[in-house]
């Protein structure tokens, strides 16, 4: 399942890239939480992450996004600027949701900025 998870990440980061938005770090892991994507849009850091639901059946892929799961982005995500000593960047947590088929043009990107605030 991880290695599907990991195409879908590929999908986003190359949607992302598409926009301009600089990737930096890709799977950032700490105790506290998982970091998907870290990238700078302009002069702001901003942590992505990234879902996939292959039908709108139980709700969107962002819908699937919990309180809970952003707390622990964020806590993720304090670590992250104090490790590289970027506390005083401006920072944003974006969220990108796919639906549908990977391949072809059938994949629905949804990318959603400032989708939750600390």
Known sequence: MRSKGK???????????SRGIAIKDQNFYT????IDMVGWDGDTLVFFEVRYRKSFSHGGPLASISRS????IIKAASYYLLKNHLGQCPVRFDAVGISGEKDGDSAQIEWIKSAFIT
């Open 69 to 72: 799961k952003q707390n622990k």
């Open 31 to 34: 105790r506290m939480g998982e």
């Open 7 to 17: 195409n879908f990440e590929l999908l986003a980061k190359s949607f992302l890239e």
